[in-house]
């Protein structure tokens, strides 16, 4: 194999990964502190790595959660719960050292069983993978950053009875979109159980969100430290 030679240094520019991180986390912190002043604090956190990967402060305006958001999702990684996610970006966005038990994290868009039942149902695939999570959703860590028709499929199993449906414990919702996008955020957030009560939730309203932001939300409620 050849060997890899660096290019000669041409531009004064940071190197350091950590170091790009702490200032960029800090720049954040300055430039939108009185949007993230709203934000309960153990939320902060959270809302810093959705700006970041967003690379846009006004995000921040566009953040809402459950109050118990952080605490429920923390508490379900620690004891071993797995990440349900509807897009492998979002899968593959999800840094693993940053887990605290291991956590498995899944994606079942590509399961052989999804085309068939989208045809079925007249739906998207990514709606029709969601329901293939009901054995393993109870507890669990729940992160849409890609598909509307994810959330809502989502939120139609928690509603419906006669499913049965197991609980998570926490949503990240955070798709992306003009059709259906802003609808499923606020379907979330105005979202009340069967029994009553809310799954924990937190969501950028309106239309952005994304893999990107839906990852980077799951990395900072993995770990409590912002740098690990």
């Not at 669990?140 to 989502?154: I, K, R, S, Y």
């Not at 199993?157 to 990240?172: C, H, N």
Request: charged residues 20%; negative net charge.
């Amino acid at each position: 194999m050849n060997q890899i030679h660096r290019p000669a240094r041409a531009y004064e520019y940071e190197t350091d990964g950590q170091e790009i991180y702490r200032q960029s986390f800090g720049m954040i912190r300055d430039e939108a502190r009185a949007r993230l002043s709203a934000l309960p604090d153990d939320v902060t956190d959270v809302a810093v790595r959705i700006v970041h990967a967003a690379g846009d402060v006004a995000v921040a305006d566009q953040i809402a959660a459950h109050p118990d958001v952080v605490r429920a999702a923390r508490s379900a990684l620690r004891s071993g719960a797995p990440i349900l996610a509807d897009s492998n970006m979002v899968a593959h966005g999800v840094t693993r050292r940053r887990l605290p038990a291991d956590n498995e994290v899944i994606c079942l868009l590509r399961d052989d069983r999804v085309p068939a039942l989208a045809r079925e149902w007249q739906t998207t695939r990514s709606a029709a993978a969601v329901s293939l999570w009901a054995d393993r959703l109870e507890g669990a860590v729940v992160a849409v950053g890609n598909a509307p028709t994810a959330l809502f499929h989502l939120l139609e199993m928690l509603e419906d009875p006669s499913l049965g449906t197991p609980r998570p414990a926490a949503i990240v919702g955070m798709p992306v979109g003009f059709v259906g996008s802003a609808e499923s955020k606020t379907a979330l957030a105005e979202h009340e159980l069967p029994e009553g009560g809310q799954v924990p939730w937190i969501v950028v309203h309106g239309r952005r969100g994304g893999s990107a932001m839906a990852a980077a939300a799951l990395n900072a409620l993995a770990h409590e430290s912002e740098l690990a």
